[in-house]
């Protein structure tokens, strides 16, 4: 619209601008004075009406332009808008003529599949019909055969009555009674044979596992009375040198051959020479003890050696050894169970899936929480290697976190976990020293050391490995 008024005020002007020039041409002649005055003022007047023209002119012409250019861009942007919307338009036709092939593809091998039950439901339809046919024969048949052998049977019975006496036929119904009364006798005295028989076996097994315990008690009775005779081999945590294939591998063997009492005995897992190893005895299963504390008479701020090795005593207070530890870990999937119990006699425990890398990795532990009501404070040491006072293995702390906090351990960045650390009594000293006691982790029992800690090895059944 704007444009169309400049074109109207253009060519408005240039109308009066043509009028105005016409005009003068036809006024009539006057005297040279007037004549010059009148054309100088007429001259001065289209000077100006001429400039106002240009300028006015000029104006127009430059609001033409100004819209020209904002109509072309305004032109542009739409002439885009409409070839971004084609290009979205032919790609949305291209994916719906790709799903429209695809969707052909799959009604074609719909009719062919659809082709195919159909044969297949005709063939099953026509062996139906069939297998109803034959049945109804076969009862038919069935019936005949029926009234046949009735019939006969009644023949028979006529044949019977007609040809034997009557005190024979008591006679012969007599013997039948009888018959059937010995098979019956027969069949029970069977029945009776068979389960003496059954009892028989299960005492001659009940017989082989108590003679299997006999040897074992009395191997066991020997190697007892050649340690108490020997006073140079009187150290439990040495290996035995006795050679002998009927030890258990584990105490777990050794609840499954019958024996129910906890103590110290001597196994013999895979690759490893006897040893001993306290063994306690639950209603269900054997667990292996590897540690127990319970007083402050064995020191456990011991070597790397003796750690290895195990100290202490087995009735009592004690570490069974990585070595020992090791070879256990290695005959399959172990659960590794925590007993502690903290000065106010409150008992807690937990469960963890249990792995040992031997000695060349410094006895690297590996394990996952399984079940338990202590707060988990072992699975974050997975990965760590086993520390003394005299090696460190725990190169994330720059510290030495075995000798600061004493007893041997699996440490990471000096964690506050650590069940051979020293034995101290009920809250005696400051936060600086209690770290160094009986420690199960940050915020389980902050303010004391532990009373007491036991650490045992169990077979994992099977029905827990599977999950």
Known sequence: M?????????AGSTAAFHLDTSGRREHPTLPSEALTTEASQ?????????LDDVRLLANGLLQLGQSLREFVHKTKAQINDIFHKLNIFDRSFYQLSVVTSEIKEEEEELKKTTNILKANNEEIRNLSLEINTKINNILQERTQLQSKVGSLEERLKGLSQSMIPADQLREITTLKEVIEAQEKTITSLLIAVKEQHDQLDHQKIKIKNLEEKLSFNSFQLTVDKAMDSDHSATDKFEYLQINSTDLPVDCSELFTRGETKSGVYAIKPNQSEPFYAYCEMSSDQGFTVIQHRADSIVDFDQTWEMYQNGFGDLEKDFWLGLKKIYTISQLGAYILRIDVEDWKEEKHWAEY???????SKDYTLHVSHFAGDLPDAMTNLTGSRFSTKDKNNDNSCNSDCARNCTGGWWLN???????????????????????KGIQWGPGTMPLYSLKTSKISLRVMPVTDSGN
Request: with cysteine; glycine share 6%.
């Open 353 to 359: 899936s249990f792995s040992l890398e031997g000695p």
């Open 42 to 50: 007429t001259e001065a007047k289209s000077r100006f009406a001429m």
């Open 2 to 10: 704007k444009l169309f008024y400049l074109l109207l005020l253009l």
């Open 413 to 435: 960045a000096c964690s506050e976990t650590n069940l051979n650390g020293k034995y101290f009594s009920l809250r005696a000293f400051g936060r600086s020293v209690r770290r």
